[in-house]
């Protein structure tokens, strides 16, 4: 039952993709039947069958049942070398490729260690295979015209979700059958119309709101051929809603099947699935179904947590460049399940300054492109700081890099840009500075005010300060510390807050996932000293409407004291703005190419990044996933509810849920505390956490106890 259940399931999703491959879509249908039919042959295996049947109580299989069916498969009489590998990495992922051709007389892509007893009982165990499933199948020459890497990828990909699928509807964690919703894409764009024209009625009759339509138009109705396209639009211009209309449009014209909503920072989900959520849903649907909100990654390997991974099974998805791009790159089964469904989308990948360190951006664009001819992908890249990276030979590479044209006019772009001339004035002092003085110099000036810091730890740390000196009531706080739902609780006050006009005597204290995407509006702002782009996004955050003449946004830099902590990670491009404000540079949008550019000629692209294309090109899978990290440490997820918690020991808990009352930590700082498991990655924190600083309460409180305590 599960080999048909398998084999039917990777059949359909085979069948949904192969309409948007634009190469090689015979080998992709040919293996997936092959590696679908025989990934369980070893299964079959006495010892195995002993366990299956419940004569042995082991918890897992004594013979790794993988090896038998790339056996069968790297056998002359039906030799199949792309079905031989993509089985044996069903549950492991792909090999290093490299190092398999350099193996000698050893056998290629299989378990050395069982490969001879394998080989022994190989014909009883197809002899039984072969009585109750039908394993006749076409051989021949098997070459892949596209990129080898990604076909590999898409094809376990298909077995995977297939395999995992299936089990967890025996198990009744997933519904037997499931209709997924479809995107309709004429249908929400009709509504999304209807809905900005009642905006337009109700906003003001004023020469922004006029370019704001005509920008909503502009996007809605461009005439786009090519794969890759940009938008660089200023803050408050509707780009939101503009793309989304633009997206379907195209969808419609393309026939896409979904849309992908890639975003730098957590918080900005919850937003922007809202307005989406309220704009695009049709009558009798599930707001939840149509618009899909992941908040970080959520991958398990283990049967009991397989049904809490996210999946992209919704038309429009709403996700992080974490997640999304680090899935391109993953090698683990757990993540690659959901690849299947990218082909055929429309991927926005707002905020696209913020989205890759510079170092992964020759990978990131040679996928872009990759998905963009072969598999019928449509990409914008947005921003309101647009750095062209594409522009860049370190990043584009040696091979002609193909027009991106963009999306609005130049006329339209520049008479959008004149509302962010004299906004705001840019400002440092770069002189390091200590808790305290940096509470007391910035609450000198007039509110509200912004001020973001480099990491998790400092922006607690402030906010505790001021809190503690200045009253609970004059500071607020947000950073990936807080849950997704204390997030947006967090995200409600503050806009409460900045609604009143008589409260201003009040700071937000936030890390970098504040300043993009978010409409929010200071007095005044702050930011320690980090990259070009992500300062002037900051200060999209400061006098959003132009409605101030004098509003201010100051770059600063943080002594160490015990408590605050540098960010290593950004030591580079913080150098490149310093020699900005030490040389007197203007601070504008214009610099955003040209510092990324300035920091790869100082500092240049690693080795270890550099070779990650030319690893990709080699298939070495397990390099490509351990070297592409968006952000650079080895996180967990961490359920700060009890309940939740306990519901996992012992039950069932939506990944929706899970990921709405749990933060990630990195694992060293989990080992260092002893933060207890509780199942396959998923850890319980068992330290104070409150709605205020996060699971920092916990860990700023403990420092203070160690004697780690600022000193005033």
């Known amino acids: 039952m599960h080999i048909r259940g398998v084999k039917s399931l990777a059949q359909e999703y085979v069948q949904d993709i192969s309409c948007y491959a634009n190469c090689d879509k015979t080998l992709l249908s040919e293996i997936t039947e092959k590696t679908s039919t025989l990934h369980d042959l070893g299964k079959l295996n006495k010892e195995n069958q002993d366990v299956l049947a419940g004569k042995n ?12 069916g790339a056996a069968y498969f790297l056998n002359s009489e039906h030799f199949s070398a792309f079905s031989a590998v993509v089985i044996q990495a069903h549950h492991k992922g792909f090999p290093d490729f490299t190092a398999e051709m350099n193996k000698g007389n050893e056998a290629i892509f299989r378990d050395s260690s069982i490969a001879s007893e394998v080989d022994r009982e190989l014909p009883e165990l197809e002899a039984i295979h072969n009585s109750l499933i039908d394993s006749q199948f076409e051989y021949g020459e098997e070459e892949i015209k596209g990129d080898h890497s990604v076909f590999l990828r898409m094809i376990l990909s298909c077995l995977v979700d297939a395999d995992h699928t299936d089990t967890a509807i025996h198990y009744r964690k997933y519904p037997a059958e499931m209709s997924p919703v479809q995107l309709r894409a ?87 699935v809202d307005t989406y959520r309220r704009m ?159 509470a007391k110099w910035i609450s000198k000036f007039p509110g509200p005010r912004l001020v973001i810091l480099n990491t998790v730890q400092s922006a607690a740390v ?45 700071t937000l204290v936030a890390t970098s996932c504040i300043e993009a995407g978010v409409d929010l509006s200071f007095r005044n702002g702050f930011r320690e000293l980090g990259s070009l782009v992500s300062l002037l996004q900051a200060s999209g955050r400061v006098n959003r409407e132009g409605l101030l003449d004098d509003a201010e946004m100051w770059t ?99 990944w929706q849920v899970l990921q709405k009352v749990s933060v990630q930590i990195a694992k060293y700082k989990l080992d260092e505390l002893r933060t207890p498991l509780i199942m396959d990655r998923i850890y319980r924190w068992n330290l104070e956490y409150d709605g205020f600083l996060g699971y920092m309460a916990g860990i700023v409180k403990l420092k203070k106890y160690r004697g780690e305590a600022i000193i005033i």
């Open 556 to 654: 600063f830099c943080i002594l160490e004291d015990g408590m605050l902590k540098l960010n290593p990670g950004l030591k580079d491009p913080a150098t490149v703005l310093k020699g900005y404000f030490e040389g007197g540079r203007t601070i504008a949008p214009e610099l955003s190419t040209q510092s990324l550019a300035d920091e790869i000629v100082l500092y240049g692209l690693s080795r270890k990044h550099k070779d990650l294309v030319i690893d990709e090109k080699l298939q070495r899978f397990p390099q490509v996933e351990r070297n592409f990290k968006v952000i650079d440490s080895d996180t967990r997820l961490v359920v700060v509810d009890s309940a939740v918690a306990k519901r996992l020991q012992y039950g069932k808990v939506d």
């Open 186 to 272: 004429a249908e929400r764009l009709a509504k999304l119309d209807r809905h900005i024209a009642e905006l337009k009625q109700k906003g003001a009759d004023d020469d922004r709101n006029a370019l704001r339509n005509e920008m909503y138009l502009a996007c809605r109705n461009a005439d786009i051929e090519v794969g890759i396209t940009s938008c660089d639009s200023p803050v408050g211009s509707g780009k939101t809603t503009a793309v989304m209309a633009h997206l379907l449009a195209q969808a419609e014209k393309r026939g896409l099947r979904r849309i992908f909503v890639v975003l730098p920072f957590t918080n900005i989900i919850k937003q922007s």
């Open 280 to 438: 695009l849903v049709l009558p009798g649907e599930k707001a939840e179904e149509v618009v899909a909100e992941l908040h970080h990654r959520a991958d398990f390997e283990s049967e009991d947590a397989r049904h809490l991974t996210a999946l992209w099974r919704a038309p429009i998805i709403v996700t992080t460049a974490v997640a999304f791009f680090e899935t391109l790159a993953s090698n683990s089964t757990s993540t690659l399940r959901r690849l299947h469904e990218l082909p055929g989308s429309a991927v926005f990948v707002d905020e696209s300054h913020a989205t890759l360190p510079a170092k992964l951006l020759p990978i990131a664009w040679k996928w872009i492109n990759i998905y963009a001819v072969e598999w019928s992908c449509y990409w914008v890249l947005a921003s309101g700081s647009l750095n062209r990276f594409w522009t860049i030979p370190e990043i584009a590479g040696s091979e002609n890099s193909p027009s991106v044209p963009e999306i609005i006019a130049d006329g339209l772009r520049r008479r959008l840009a004149v509302y962010e001339n004299n906004r705001i004035s840019y400002h440092c002092d770069l002189s390091p500075q200590s808790t305290a003085e940096l």
């Open 462 to 506: 402030l906010a505790d300060y001021f809190s503690k000196h200045f009253g609970r009531g004059c500071v607020e706080h947000l950073s990936t510390a807080l849950t997704a739902n204390d997030r947006e609780n967090t995200l409600e006050r503050v806009k409460e807050r900045l609604a009143d006009k008589e409260d201003t005597h009040w």
């Open 57 to 68: 109580l082991a918890e897992k299989l004594p013979v790794h049942h993988w090896d038998a």
